[in-house]
């Protein structure tokens, strides 16, 4: 198992479990919830037998003091209304909005709008118990949650929000803390690499120098070629020096970049691997070319891996002129990529090779968005028809809003 795939089976792990804590987080709130609800509910139906005996035994003063020290016990907040639906008393409401401020020195807040509305929302929490009033019509009592019951409703909830949250944050920081790192492993290694490779690199060039002159092979096609592995491998020191520092970006014609990309690669590659590039050929952008090369041999590299036999890989430059963006899109023939799978390829140590790191397209992901502020994604892909990947960049030619030539630098009328 690689990896990656271990990391995902972790977050998987991780993620049932805080299902499960929320899940009995949940359930044993509502066990609360219910319980309370019965109990409010009994308290109730207590308050009504005892204004039911208070109205038959209103001017009975035995009953009168039991009667009075029941309904002050309770904490719901209750209302009656009489047969004409006016309301005739109440309970357990807020004491600042009920004051008739019968004293001088009391302000009155009494507030009708206040009775009305929790009248309106009694009516919709509970349906309202008869009783036989004083005029012997129907009377009505009402009641709603009390604020405990109606707290410990929404309190899963908020405790569920405040795990996510705790969770988010944990996991920001520990990916945060993981990346910075993984960048300074990153940044280390690379420059280790180049100086490393610094010093065969000067031997290769003496060895090759001393070739010329002593066998007089100055046009000789091999010695060439070896000066062109020479250079790549400079190039490549030079890529790995600079990992870690920002890169200075030069404006190029993106179609010759990777023409001349192509030109060296195809004949490193099978012949039976075709190589062609189309597009707008006048094109430009902001890159860093030992960089932007080692995007496209990533890429390159892995659409040659994905031909099994023989096929065909395509580059293809579009401009996007309402955009100012320039569309690179490499296609192969390859086997491709699975739908699930098109974010996880860009994932370090995601890999289909047996002898592969999962490193490269990792690697060009962090080269285009952090190096060059542009995107790269799996544009499409079709097992067994092949994948295209494709890279956004921002042109470097700016553009007039009326008209479609490319002009260079801003406010140039060319009318």
Known sequence: MNPYEKKRRWKFFLLIFAIVIGAA?????DFFVKKMEREEQVQFQLYVKVTEQSLVMYDDD???????????????????????GLINSYQGLDSAKTNYGVEKQYKKTYDPAYFERELRQMKLQHPGTPIIGLDGKIWHIYHK??????????????QLG??????????????????????????????????????????????IELMKSRFNAEDD????EMENDLK??????????????????????????????????????????IFTITGDDQVRAMLNIPLFDWVTENLLKNAANAIENEGHITVNIIEHLAKEEVFIDISDTGKGI?????????????????????????????IVENYHSGQIFVKDSELGKGTTFRIILKSSIKYEPTSTKRIPGMGIDLH
């Open 162 to 207: 405040v795990i996510g949250l705790f969770l988010l944050t944990a996991y920001v920081a520990f990916s945060s803390a993981r990346r910075s790192e993984q960048d300074q492993v990153w940044v280390g290694m690379a420059k280790e690499t180049a100086h490393q490779l610094g010093t065969p690199i000067s031997s290769l060039m003496a060895w």
């Open 62 to 84: 035995r009953f009168t003091d039991l009667i009075e020290t029941i309904t002050k016990n309770t904490k719901l907040p209750v209302i009656m209304t009489d047969g004409d």
């Open 232 to 273: 790549r491998l400079e190039v490549i020191t030079d890529r790995f020096s600079k990992i870690g520092s920002k890169p200075v970006l030069e404006d190029h014609v993106v179609y010759s970049v990777i023409s001349n990309f192509i030109q060296y690669f195809q004949l490193r590659t099978s012949d039976k691997v």
């Open 25 to 29: 987080s949940v359930f044993y709130s």
């Open 221 to 224: 096609p091999l010695i060439a």
């Open 145 to 158: 949650d009390s604020f405990i019951l109606t707290q410990l409703r929404y309190f899963p909830f908020i």
């Open 338 to 366: 699975p739908r699930s799978k098109f974010d996880a390829v860009f994932q370090p140590g995601y890999t289909t090779r047996k002898r592969g790191w999962g490193l490269g397209l990792s690697l060009t992901k962090r």
